[in-house]
């Protein structure tokens, strides 16, 4: 059974960090490409940063310079470190492992919530 699992989100205040987990099982983790999303009330889910199998990594512009991603294969872990948070980035934050655009899963979300 594939899982996804976040976890690390919370509340902190506006300049603080915190960093996300993502847990995979029942996957081949090394040969995934993680994205991380994020969804804000009434909003679209929206793409905050990519780290491919390969190692590669690019970012929203809204991270750039704050958000840095980051994986462990023989952990089957990845991570979304964020700094300088912002109100603004108040969410549920979701991580999602894609392989040949033909294998897509997604976890349940974490919460992230930033006061000003």
């Known amino acids: 059974q594939v899982q996804l699992v976040e976890s690390g989100g919370g509340l902190v205040q506006a300049g603080g960090s915190l960093r996300l987990s993502c847990a995979a099982s029942g996957i081949s983790f090394s040969i995934y490409d993680i994205d991380w999303y994020r969804q804000a009330p009434g909003k679209q889910r929206e793409l905050v940063a990519t780290i491919r199998r390969g190692g590669s990594t690019s970012y929203a512009d809204s991270a750039k310079g704050r958000f840095t991603i980051s994986r462990d294969n023989a952990k089957k872990m990845a991570y979304l470190q964020m700094n300088s948070l912002k109100p603004e980035d108040t969410a549920v934050y979701y991580c999602?492992?894609?392989?040949?655009?033909?294998?897509?899963?997604w976890g349940q979300g974490t919460q992230v919530t930033v006061s000003s």
């Open positions: 999602r492992g894609t392989y040949a655009l033909s294998s897509s899963f």
